[in-house]
Nanobody, 117 residues
Framework: QVQLVESGGGLVQPGGSLRLSCAAS????????MGWYRQAPGKQRELVAS???????NYADSVKGRFTISRDNAKNTVYLQMNNLKPEDTAVYYC???????????WGQGTQVTVSS
């Protein structure tokens, strides 16, 4: 079965850093565009960043210059390096795998990121 297992969330102070990881299993990893989404209380889920197998990364304007998405195809893992975190980054972060043929779309369980003093 398909699993997207996330790790790395937690509580950090403003200006701090976190790295989120998402390990995928049960899929042919190279066939999927990988992405990170987030949802804050009372707000809609939004795309944070995405990365295809061999293409150009994409970022929300609010995180450009601070976050970096990457993937390790040998490990079937996608990462989100988050630097200079701000309180407005507080949200549940979700890993997403979207097949190139658009037939399959999978989500991780979500991991909480809280940025607070």
């Amino acid at each position: 079965q398909v699993q997207l297992v996330e790790s790395g969330g937690g509580l950090v102070q403003p200006g701090g850093s976190l790295r989120l990881s998402c390990a995928a299993s049960g899929i042919t990893f190279s066939f999927y565009i990988m992405g990170w989404y987030r949802q804050a209380p009372g707000k809609q889920r939004e795309l944070v960043a995405s990365v295809p197998t061999g293409g150009t990364t994409n970022y929300a304007d609010s995180v450009k210059g601070r976050f970096t998405i990457s993937r390790d195809n040998a490990k079937n893992t996608v990462y989100l390096q988050m630097n200079n975190l701000k309180p407005e980054d507080t949200a549940v972060y979700y890993c997403n795998a979207n097949a190139y043929n658009r037939k399959y779309d999978y989500w991780g369980q979500g991991t909480q990121v809280t940025v607070s003093s």
